[in-house]
């Protein structure tokens, strides 16, 4: 299934993103790879979508559902392309420890897809990626009212907000996901 390997794409990336972070690297590469496959699966379920004449799920949720994958995937890429812009050298521990939140959903999100053909258990994988989403919030707040009461220069206020920014949209791309898979397991249940 095709979704399943979007899954596998979207947990690898945010493993992927996590290593660099934990070692203080983009590992820019292998994320660009990873986005260039998932977007080749995104368009091929389009091309799919376009061509079959009855769906096992509504198009739209197709759609959005691929659609929202793809968008993890972005969302990784784009982090490591901006430590990679901003010259960032030193990882903070706040950014290390929503790498090691966003692993564990990617892991959330690929499991909840291996569920999506027969519908099996969506809800605790939905509550995990919940949990996880709060807990970046908290590192996110954390993050930043360290940022702003440490007196960084602007330059790290402007590189580090920024990266904080795109950590929790990708950490919030992640819910957004399992609540579709939720939605779409209750209206196909």
Known sequence: MLFKKQGELVSESLAQLRNGLLEGQSRHPRLRELEHECDDVTHE???LINHTFVTPLEREDIYQLASSLDEVVDLAE???DKI???HVTVISQWARSMGEALAKAGIEV???LDGLEGFRE???HRLEVHRLENEGDRITREALA???TNGASANDLVKWKDIYDLLELTMDQCEHV???LEAISIKNA
């Open 45 to 47: 379920i389009y091309q």
């Open 178 to 180: 399992a609540n579709l």
């Open 122 to 124: 969506m809800e605790p």
């Open 146 to 148: 360290q940022l702003f």
């Open 78 to 80: 784009e982090v490591s």
């Open 110 to 112: 690929a499991r909840a």
């Open 84 to 86: 990679d812009l901003y």
